[in-house]
């Protein structure tokens, strides 16, 4: 098996989440890189959307931005923000990878404030576009640390919605039937969430970590799936698309 570092795993094990022919918006970074390998490797036909219009691009290398010409490169439209959000809104987009400080049992994610609002400890850039397409995406995606400052009981603010309370709630909201949080891939594991109860659950641990390493870094109790695996490795061939096609210059998988 070859060598490889953390942040490798993180995309390789997120590319493997994008099946051909879904769409999926990312921004820059490892989601990015991820849609990238997946679109090399294995999707071919896997539509990339960003949020500044580009749709359907394929990337010929790293973006560094969501208005980066080359998020435009051979793309079916060279559209705009508002063509994007409508094709969002109807319920289009499959996939997003969405990040943030904090994210809860729940998989609500908070890139607003924490503490009081009014007096606030730190205080973020806030949505963006993070609570429209958590809202109506088919499936969130997060590639964050694991650290149980980041992985909180309950956040701060409710950024983007998640399963909220749990069960219904989100839907109560007024959210699409069976959308909602995905996946959460870290450094030291995978997590789904689980179908009855809405919270989130450990599926697979990485080489070298165990269920208590996870638990550990975790501020709220985690659920196990009920087959908790070890997370497979990259294969040859996706590291070394991820390297010398992807990220030649290491600026995601250097970090």
Known sequence: ???????????????????????????????????????????????????????????????????????????????GMCDVMETLARGMVDYCFLGGAQIDMYGNINSTVIGDWENPKVRFPGSGGANDFGSMAWNIMVITPQDSRRFVERVSFVTTPGYLDGPGTREKAGLALNTGPHKVITNMAVMGFDKETKRMQVESIHKGFTFDDVQENTGFDLLKAPEVVETPEPEPDELRILREEVDPNRYIIGR
């Open 1 to 79: 098996m070859s060598e490889y570092n953390t942040m490798e795993l993180m995309i390789c094990v997120a590319a493997r989440n994008l099946e051909d022919g879904a769409a999926v918006a990312v921004g820059t970074g490892a989601p990015c890189a991820a849609a990238m390998l997946a679109q090399k490797a294995h999707s071919p036909d896997l539509v990339i959307i960003f949020e500044a219009g580009g749709i359907a691009p394929l990337l010929p290398t790293m973006p560094i931005s969501v208005g980066d010409s080359r998020t435009f490169y051979k793309a079916v439209m060279a559209s």
